[in-house]
């Protein structure tokens, strides 16, 4: 059964492409999880998560790719369990977790600029997108009610695997210890803030792509020159 690693924070691919070039290397794309798929060719698939989220509409396409895949999927947090990553969790016919993962269901988050009727509809739309988010948990059947997942996401604090099994969220909790496991949410370790891809960082590898393309262009104009100068050479 092949490995997929669901690593560091969910980036669309080009952002992935960007922040890879920099140096950060804990960054899961789509483009990853559809290789991964493509390679294992249908057969049962464990997907292994240590993320602390990112990209709502990343965790959405990554769920949407595993729901499709013909073969069994299981998801296993490994981690952290957080945010877009419980989305692209959702996905797969079997849900576990390692005792004392750190996971974490939390309301969407955005901002907005202009006047109070901006800050409405800012609003608006970040209840439309929480609402996408609880049907994508309940439609996996045997979670809590609409209300009692709301006042969780609404806590935005960890809770323990024991905790997410209780919710429905997760299906089984692997090794499953006989005695309760502590609760981590009490130490609140923190996943750190979102990596910054600053408009410098697209800029510079913007310029690494057209130098990279420069010098392409140079050996592929040398080795036709040369080729030339060889067929003179022969004549």
């Not at 292994?48 to 949407?64: F, T, W």
């Not at 509809?121 to 979670?143: F, K, M, P, Q, S």
């Amino acid at each position: 059964m092949p490995d997929i690693a669901l690593r560091g924070e969910l980036w669309d691919n080009d952002s992935a492409d960007v922040l890879r070039w920099c140096g950060f290397r804990d960054i899961t794309a789509p483009m990853d999880i559809q290789a991964a798929l493509d390679e294992a060719g249908g057969e049962d698939v464990t997907l292994l998560i240590n993320s602390p989220g990112g990209d709502m509409s990343v965790g959405l396409e990554i769920r949407a790719m595993l729901r499709r895949y013909p073969g069994k999927t299981t998801a296993i947090y490994q981690g952290y369990g957080a945010s877009a990553a419980t989305l692209a969790a959702a996905g797969c016919k079997t849900i576990q977790s390692e005792p004392g993962a750190l996971l974490c269901y939390h309301n969407p988050s955005g901002g907005a600029v202009g006047d109070h009727r901006d800050m409405d509809r800012a609003a608006e739309g970040l209840r439309n997108a929480r609402d996408c988010i609880l049907e994508v948990y309940t439609a996996r059947g045997g979670t809590k009610s609409r209300d009692e997942l709301i006042e969780l996401m609404d806590k935005d604090v960890w809770i323990s695997p024991t905790q997410a099994k209780e919710y429905g969220l997760i299906d089984e909790i692997v090794g499953e210890a006989q005695e309760p496991e502590e609760d981590p949410a009490a130490f609140v370790a923190a996943s750190g803030r979102r990596i910054r891809l600053t408009t410098a960082m697209r800029q510079k590898y913007q310029d690494h792509l057209a130098a990279q393309r420069a010098e392409e262009t140079a050996n592929e104009t040398a080795s036709r020159a040369l080729a030339r100068l060889r067929a003179l050479a022969h004549f």
